[in-house]
């Protein structure tokens, strides 16, 4: 009945059975998937496009591990469809960089030490990177004394409450800080 | 998860349409839905994704208002200069919910329409009305430290989980709904919500397949205008107590005030009696005092919940007094 007016796109016609195609672009590279619908876009990162580096801790949207960019913006992966991002740009911490060539985020989590088991580093470094520019375009924050102020200080207080949605169970917390603040400080995060 | 076919929807009449089919549900930003749906609690056969509709942009309305499209994400409206310098209570609460990246997701109309965290109504293996209508209610003489104590019933005390609803509450703010056959309707915040009464699973006047387009901010009323959030972790967590307050006072005297409440009740709560207990008194603690009182006359605890109450009235009291400070002027 709606076929006239919705595009097709990504319509899948059986009860769920069907496959249905996305094509994402991953860390600058255009990847097409067939996937179903339930799929979210953690899990085609990760058992699809083997890009093992975003990681699944709660799968609930509380724990930060599966962050990723989505058009430059941090995202929880594990609460969004995959089906949902059709010619969307996606960076994942593969896309950031490599062994040999850190992002200055990267670099500083290991100047730092910003972590213990690792788990959670991933998601800390993309929510990082995400937050960075949030605070670069002058996003207030729970811990903005004025809102209205569109300078943001970026102060521990300020980091701690911007990072509040990436957990460490292993309470790396002040070295976390100390990377973002010296990732921040030495230049473009 | 169980499966389901989805669809993208290009034009709002079209995911009307779309959305009138059995079973179907609207996606947007997802956080929320997505969440129940990998718990077997919301049970959708077909998502129509209204994530790229052009309902994203913030507008000037006639008159000083804006108006806020349905499917802005919460980051976009806390960050909008006009929001923060003329609705700074809206944007206060949005960056007091949730966490950077579900702000990032999650829509205007989603936060709406969002469901309670209860933890009976997340536990599929217990009694709830909300998720099965006749059920029965765990959390009334179960563990309730985080259920209502305003709004509540014999059916249903969970908590409306939204801190940006109590800003809007607070703000008059009005929603519009577009339904099958074209039909546009405007629904104040106020009777957007149902209390829970015998069918706490109709949360809202939401009619089947209409969409929230918009949410439609009037002129910002005169005041101070605040948001406090009183929670178990200083961050990313929902409210046991918040309050939204907008204070205009001159010469020691309350000329007019808003007050609403979240954290506290079945749905986002318009503090009448406290508006009233403010409106012509002197900006002193006692009249915070008697407006809080005011407030929480009707409460009624469940007894883990208990401490809501006072813990209530001291937020407001607080509230109120930063939000009667003079504004200064320049």
């Known amino acids: 009945m709606s076929d006239s007016v919705t595009r097709a796109v990504g319509r899948s016609r059986d009860e769920g059975d069907r496959l249905t195609t996305v094509t994402l672009h991953v860390n600058h590279q255009e990847r097409r998937l067939a996937v179903d619908p339930r799929t979210s ?26 962050t990723v960019l989505v058009n430059g913006r941090r995202v929880n992966s594990c609460l969004t469809l995959a089906v949902m991002h059709e010619g969307d740009d996606v960076v994942t911490i593969e896309g950031l960089g490599d062994p040999g060539d850190l992002h200055p985020l990267q670099a500083a989590f290991v100047e730092c030490d910003g972590f213990q088991c690792g788990y959670c580093t991933p998601g800390q470094i993309v929510s990082a990177v995400g937050m960075l520019g949030e605070v670069a375009a002058g996003w207030p924050s729970h811990a903005t004394a004025d809102v209205a102020d569109p300078r943001i200080a970026l102060t521990d207080e300020e980091i701690r409450e911007r990072m509040s949605g990436n957990l460490c169970r292993c309470a790396a917390y002040p070295n976390i800080v100390a990377a973002i603040r010296g990732a921040a400080a030495g230049g473009p995060g | 998860m169980r499966s389901f076919t989805y669809e993208r929807a290009v034009a709002a009449q079209a995911a009307v349409a779309a959305a009138a089919r059995d079973g179907a549900k609207f996606i947007s930003g997802g956080t929320n839905l997505l969440d ?7 049970r959708p056969t077909h998502l129509v994704d209204i994530s790229r509709l052009p309902l994203r942009d913030i507008e000037e309305l006639p008159g000083g208002g804006l108006r806020i499209g349905a499917q802005a994400p919460n980051s976009d409206v806390a960050a909008d200069i006009r929001v923060r310098t003329r609705y700074p209570v809206l944007t206060q609460a949005l960056v007091s919910g949730a966490s950077g990246q579900l702000r990032n997701k999650a ?21 709830c009305n909300k998720r099965e209508p006749g059920a029965g209610c765990a959390a009334i003489g179960g563990y309730n430290r985080t259920h209502a104590v305003l709004g509540a019933g014999s059916s249903c005390i969970a908590t409306h989980p939204s801190d940006m609803a109590v800003a809007l509450t607070a703000l008059e703010a009005e929603i519009e709904l577009l339904g ?7 629904v104040g915040i106020a009777d957007f919500y149902r209390l829970p009464g015998d069918t706490p699973h109709i949360e809202t006047v ?15 009323p005169p005041g101070r205008q605040l948001y406090r959030k009183v929670r178990d972790r200083a961050s990313y967590e929902f409210a046991l107590v ?14 007019s005030a808003r007050v609403a409440l979240g954290g506290v009740a079945t749905v986002p709560w318009r503090a009448v009696e406290a508006e009233a207990a403010l409106r012509g008194r002197p900006a002193t603690t006692a ?12 409460a009624v605890g469940q007894g883990h919940n208990d401490f809501k109450i006072e813990l209530a009235r001291r937020t407001l009291c607080r509230t109120l007094a930063q939000a009667a400070q003079p504004v200064r002027s320049g």
């Not at chain 2, 099958?180 to 405007?186: H, L, N, T």
């Not at chain 2, 089947?208 to 009037?218: D, G």
């Not at chain 2, 907008?246 to 000329?255: F, H, N």
């Open chain 2, 242 to 255: 918040s309050v939204a307050a907008v204070v205009s006072a001159g010469q020691g005297t309350i000329d």
């Open chain 2, 107 to 127: 829509s205007t109309g989603g936060n709406l329409v969002q469901r309670t965290r209860c933890p009976y109504f997340y536990d599929t293996a217990a009694a």
């Open chain 1, 41 to 66: 876009l953690l899990d085609a990162l990760r058992e699809q496009l083997r890009l093992g580096g975003t990681k699944k801790g709660c799968d609930h949207g509380q724990c930060g591990a599966c």
């Open chain 2, 180 to 186: 099958p056959g074209a039909s546009v309707r405007r």
């Open chain 2, 287 to 298: 009249t915070y005092r008697a407006a809080a009182e005011a407030a929480m006359r009707d």
């Open chain 2, 206 to 220: 939401l009619r089947p397949a209409e969409m929230i387009t918009s949410v439609l901010l009037p002129p910002p």
């Open chain 2, 36 to 42: 129940l749906m990998k718990l077997g609690i919301e």
